[in-house]
């Protein structure tokens, strides 16, 4: 029998497709339908420290200087006591997901400051996270930031979080770095388990109609697994850190792809917020055509057997490539017309 389970961060998963950061984990029914589905691990939605911040700062507004406004006002405001902001509903969301799910649950932590990351990180390891997720959503528009300034924050954030957590730490970056192999480096001496690659930052637009900048939110597509592919194939081998790959998987084609390029689990979003959690059935099923149609028996056999370090020509995913493809291109004319 094919044998799909692999490690992540140190745990044993019985298949490699984990459901990544998204609004699926905030309904506990979804969260149970996507482990019926096939899910090995559920990484819960984010918990941004910024909003946190305003929440308590808007409490302390209305609940601690009431008096600045019309007394008659007090008695429409609940008592300090009776309030539940968003640390405590992220907290109780995921005991109940701890409670009624048997796959390990992953908390997913967004935060700005090495204080704010501490804090929240021991409060999801007492409530029973079996791992974190930190997700550095950093744009580098400081003109006065050199890139060694902005790894240094990344690893400054993971270090003060791992003196205090001794949970696993997976770290989710972009692909914005100048040396990615280096901050990998360093993440995994600074005490990380994993990286997940790769974050997508979202981009604004512009409205010309109403001349001002709008949010965009668009999920991702296929093509932005090739990406993942080329980094993880790069990265395979040359670091002990589970490897996560995370963006553009939304058929078993995408997912073996990175699986063979070195990836230990692969995360899915868009394409289960478009079909619900039976499309990770489907592609478990598919994957499993596959492999055993190729004679693989097992997901440790395929993964990273077509990392560069294992490729008879190491070039492909590195410049040559860029030559070859540019060069290999010929524009037909008659469909100009």
């Known amino acids: 029998m094919t044998d799909l389970s692999t490690d992540y961060l140190g745990l044993r998963l019985k298949n490699p497709l984990v459901p990544s950061a998204s609004p699926l984990s905030r309904n506990l029914d979804t969260a149970l339908r996507l482990e019926d589905a096939g899910a090995a691990a559920l990484v819960m939605y984010s918990l941004f420290e910024e909003e946190l911040h305003a929440e308590d700062a808007m409490l302390d507004r209305f609940l601690l200087h009431g008096e600045l406004g019309h007394a008659e006002a007090e008695n ?5 006591g009776a309030f539940h902001g968003g640390l405590d509903r992220y907290l109780s969301q995921l005991h109940q997901l701890k409670r009624r799910l048997e796959i390990p649950v992953v908390a997913s932590l ?3 400051s ?4 501490v804090e929240l990180g021991r409060a999801l390891e007492q409530a029973g996270a079996d791992a974190l997720e930190l997700n550095v959503y950093h744009v580098a528009a400081d003109m006065h930031a050199d890139g060694a300034a902005v790894e240094a924050r990344y690893v400054e954030l993971l270090t003060e979080l791992r003196r205090v957590v001794s949970l696993p730490i997976v770290m989710k970056l972009s ?13 995994e001496a ?3 388990q994993g990286v997940a690659l790769f974050n997508r930052f979202y981009q604004p637009d512009i409205d010309l109609d109403e001349l001002r900048m709008t949010d965009q939110l668009h999920l991702s597509t296929a093509e932005e697994a090739l990406l993942r592919i080329r980094w993880i194939a790069i990265l395979h081998g040359r670091t002990r850190l589970t490897l996560a790959a995370t963006g553009g998987v939304h058929s078993e084609s995408e997912a073996l792809k990175l699986l063979l390029a070195g990836a230990d689990v692969v995360h899915l979003a868009s394409c289960l917020l478009q079909h619900g959690p039976d499309k990770l059935t489907e592609i478990l099923a598919a994957m499993l055509n596959w492999m055993e149609e190729k004679e693989y028996a097992s997901i440790a056999q395929l993964k990273g057997s077509m990392s560069q370090r294992n ?3 190491p070039s ?4 040559a490539s860029y030559l070859r493809v540019l060069d290999s291109y010929t524009p037909r004319p008659g469909v100009w017309c």
């Open 110 to 112: 967004n935060g700005i």
């Open 311 to 313: 490729l008879p020509d």
């Open 175 to 187: 692909p914005f770095f100048s040396s990615l192999p280096h901050l990998v480096q360093r993440l």
């Open 114 to 117: 090495p204080s704010g990351w």
């Open 316 to 319: 492909v995913v590195a410049r």
């Open 190 to 192: 600074a005490g990380a």
């Open 76 to 80: 429409y405001l609940p008592g300090a």
